[in-house]
C-alpha cells in the first residue's frame, strides 16, 4: 500500500530494524498524501486560499488579544516599560500599582518599538505532505497556515517579514496590500516542485540581528542542524523551530504487519508492529527531539513542538511571545 513512512532517520543507526522517513499507515486506512501527489497537493490548498488566509488572519487576531490579556510589556505595536521614578517627578506619572510591589515608585513609560527584520521558512521536503488519518491536516498545510498568520501578526506590528525560498536561496519580501496573498502563493507554488530529503536552508544570505522562524517537521541530521544554527549566530540571528508534527509520529499507534512505503526514495519495509518496537521507536523519537531542543537551547534559540491534532493559537502564542521577549531583550526599543 502506498503510504509514507518516518521510522528510518530516527532508526538510521539500529541493526535490526531500519524504517523510512515520514510516516505510516495500516492496512484499511484511508490513502495519505503520498510525495507523487504534491502537485495534487498544492492545487487543493491553492483553491482554498482565500479561506486559508481568512483562517490565519482570525488565528493571528486570536493570538494577539491573547498575549494583550497577558499584560507583558513589549507586545503590540507599542510596547512599555517601567523606570524608577526621578526626585521631582510628577504624581500623575508614577505608576502606584507597580511601586506598590517595591521600595521605590516606578514610571512607566511607552515607546516605539524599533522594527526587527523576520526570516520565515517553511519546509518543503516530501515529507510534509503526509498526514496520518483526514482528521488533521498535511504537515505541510499546518506549516503554511501558521506562517500566513505569523506573517499577518508581524505586518500589524510593523516588522519587516521575509520569506525564504524552499532551498533558503531566496528572498522575498512580504509587505503592502496583498502580502498575504503573495506569501501564501509562493508557498503553496514551491509545494508544487519538493525540496530533496531533509533540506535546510542557507542562511548566508540574512540580514544580521534578524530573526529566523523555521516551520518543518524536524526530520534533520542533528549535525546539520546544529550547523545552520550556527551559521545563523555568526550572523547574530537567533533562531525558533517550529517542529510541525503529526500524532503518528509521536505515538506509532499501529499494530499488526504493517507496510510503510517510503516518501522519500527510501525501500518499502514491513514490520510487526507491536508493543515493543512501538516502545524503541518512542525511545528513539524522544532522543531525536530532545536532541534538537538541546542544540536550540545551547546557543539561545528556541524550540515549539506543535502536533497537527492541536489547535494552531497554542504554538503561535507561544512564538509570538518568545519574539516579543527576544526582541526586547536584545533592546530593540527606541524612545
Not at 56 to 66: E, N, R, W, Y
Amino acid at each position: 500500500m502506498p503510504v509514507p513512512a518516518f521510522l528510518r532517520r530516527l532508526f538510521s543507526r539500529a541493526a535490526d530494524a531500519r524504517p523510512a522517513a515520514g510516516a505510516a499507515t495500516p492496512t484499511g486506512t484511508s490513502r495519505p498524501v503520498s510525495a507523487q501527489e504534491g502537485p495534487a497537493l498544492a492545487q487543493a490548498l491553492a483553491a482554498r486560499m482565500p479561506a486559508l488566509i481568512l483562517t490565519a488572519q482570525k488565528i493571528a487576531l486570536t493570538v494577539q488579544q491573547g498575549s494583550h490579556a497577558r499584560r507583558r510589556a513589549g507586545t503590540g505595536e507599542n510596547f512599555w516599560q517601567y523606570r524608577p521614578a526621578q526626585p521631582g517627578e510628577a504624581a500623575s506619572r508614577i505608576d502606584w500599582r507597580q511601586s506598590a510591589r517595591g521600595d521605590r515608585p516606578f514610571v512607566r513609560e511607552n515607546e516605539a518599538q524599533s522594527s526587527q527584520t523576520i526570516f520565515i521558512w517553511c519546509d518543503n521536503s516530501p515529507s510534509m505532505g503526509w498526514h496520518s488519518s483526514a482528521a488533521v491536516p498535511a504537515k505541510a498545510e499546518r506549516a503554511l497556515l501558521l506562517a500566513l498568520a505569523l506573517a499577518a501578526i508581524l505586518l500589524r506590528q510593523g516588522e519587516r517579514v521575509r520569506l525564504l525560498g524552499a532551498d533558503g536561496g531566496t528572498v522575498a519580501a512580504i509587505s503592502g496590500k496583498g502580502a498575504l496573498e503573495r506569501m501564501a502563493t509562493l508557498l503553496i507554488d514551491a509545494m508544487r516542485h519538493p525540496s530533496p530529503p531533509a533540506t535546510l536552508p542557507h542562511v548566508g544570505q540574512l540580514a544580521r540581528n534578524g530573526r529566523l522562524v523555521l516551520l518543518g517537521d524536524g526530520l534533520y541530521d542533528p549535525a546539520a542542524f546544529s550547523g545552520l544554527l550556527r551559521a545563523a549566530l555568526a550572523r547574530q540571528v537567533r533562531t525558533s523551530l517550529i517542529e510541525v508534527i503529526d500524532p503518528a509520529e509521536r505515538d506509532l499507534p499501529y499494530a499488526g504487519r504493517t507496510r510503510f512505503m517510503g516518501l522519500e526514495d527510501e525501500a518499502p519495509l514491513t514490520l510487526s508492529a507491536g508493543g515493543d518496537l512501538r516502545a524503541a521507536y518512542r525511545t528513539a523519537f524522544a532522543r531525536h527531539q530532545q536532541q534538537l531542543s538541546d542544540l536550540c537551547r545551547a546557543g539561545g534559540n528556541a524550540m515549539i513542538v506543535h502536533t497537527t491534532d492541536e489547535p494552531p493559537e497554542r504554538a503561535l502564542l507561544a512564538l509570538h511571545m518568545q519574539l516579543a521577549a527576544a526582541h526586547q531583550g536584545s533592546g530593540g526599543a527606541r524612545a
